[in-house]
């Protein structure tokens, strides 16, 4: 089942006076149950692809559909609802939040929604768990390691139970053992429990765990290749 | 409560920018509250003064077109006797009335034999007088009813004419039938007026004695205190009716009618209060503003994350509003411990000055208005958690993916 259909999708940017085309007629299906990696160079419109998907970007022409509803036309507080629904986001630089503990960033996405605190938390200790970070729940981002951010990170993103997570860069900043078993996590949550990952790299260690490989060169997609 | 939460970490997390903002807000808050509390002490204890110590009691009862005429003309505004009795009876019946006393001024000549210039004054009841004044009672005591020639003398009059107590002097002026009339009078002891322009011209004399030398026996005046300060509009109405009733033609001033210079000491500290105010709330307030500008720059990437995850604009606007709030809200907890601690400590130094236009060394002191630093509160709060809502506006309209690629 598709989750996420792209149509046509153009983007341009103003970068000063030039004008940068990042995404050019990109027409793209996710489905449900995918583990796919956008795969290309810097500037090849990798972010920009997973920024439209993840409606923090709005497309400069072209269609994007959500489980078969046009986003296109929707408010910014109708978009944000379906962040907080249906997707979860893993950046490059954990973007975890300095002033709180693991446990209370990943209890975050939940109070957004309205969840008491209580149900946040066991919700969110669960998440930890899963991730094997229930140890550091206490600790703060400052006292962890990158790849202990980047597990608190999923376990944020992963917390709310989205249909889709969005990994920007996921291993970019880790070392490679860490970016193994960052890896390594996200290829058993997506075998075990089946939640979609769509993911950016330019790494070429991690293509071969992948179900799906989006490759993309100048804002086109070049090769769409299933495994 | 997260965002509280959020807000107040967050606070902690910059303590040393957080601090110097909460110091401005609460030294501002401190110095409003201080200078607040002062002009409030100064206008009652003026008021206090006019009432007692001035003698001119709460309200006073006057023939119907006094102020206009009274001082061109005053034996046709006078109160007759029969007048007095009928109306001191009728304001008597009035609960809330504890005093009614009948006044004469009367001006002229004083002479110690050798000197002579004029004086001013003002015939009283004695015992009403010492009823009247209670505590603000001269140290040498007061007119004696029975003595009717004795005369309290301003400090600098008694100067001029070099008189001590004990010592005697002769007034002269017209009766209101125009003859000349003389009359001796002993001074008692001397008082101040509390203003240089009047203390080398006022004496204090007993009713009686005043009569006397304008040869009458009315008054042109009644004096009414009243238990409080505040039954001041009821207990008018309810004369101006029984007058009216009674078909008495009169007129009544309330004692700030009748003290001009309450009016323009209270409109000069109340400009020099909106001056202040207006200064230190743009300074207390732009030290947020710039605290909160700051914050906000740097938690950009923080705000886009929010957004990502599924905070609305709102939310965004919420988060940094409380933060500014929290900070109104320390900082004027922080104000109200300095301005009691303030209050207490001017108390216990009991600071003393004398202002101008007088003579009399006053305490420097200031009330504890508890509703006024309240709505102090209230309105910096406000205005921090303002000044922190435009920026944060301005951050939450900003788009998500340059606000997450923001370094």
Redesign the interface.
Known sequence: MTIIELTDVHKTYHLGETLVKALRGVSLGIDEGDLAAVWGASGSGKSTLLNIIGLVDEPSSGTLTLNGSEVGDMSDNAKTDLRSRYMGFIFQNFNLMPILTALENVMLPLQVQGISALEAQDKALNSLKSVGMEKFSQHRPDKLSGGQRQRVAIARGLVTEPKLLICDEPTANLDFENAERVMDLMCELNEKRGITFLFSTHDTRLIDRVKRIIYIEDGTIVKDERK | ??WLK?AL??IY?NRRRSAATILAVALGFCSISLFHGYTQETYAGVATSIIHGGGVGHLTVFKQGFSERGRLEPEKYLFDEQEVKKIQALVKSISEVLLVTPRLNLSGLISNGKTSTIFLAEGVVPDDDARLRGEFMLKGGGLDSQTPSAVQVATDLATILELVPGGNAVIMGNTFSGMVNALDVDMRNTYNTGVDATNDKFIRMSLEHAQLFYDTQGADKLVVLLDNIQHIPAVKAQIQALAKKNGLDIEIKTWDELATFYHQLKSMFDMIFLFIFTIVIVVAVMSVINTMSMTVIERI??I??????????S?IKWLFSVEGGALGLLGSALGVILTISVHFLMKSMAFTFIPPSSSAEVTLSVQLDIGFMLVLSLLLILLALLSAYFPAKRAAKS???DA?GHV
Do not use: D, H, S
Request: net charge positive.
């Open positions: 409560m997260m959020f970490r967050n997390k990437r923080e886009g994350t929010l957004r990502a995850i599924g905070v609305r604009r939310g788009p998500i993916v997450l």
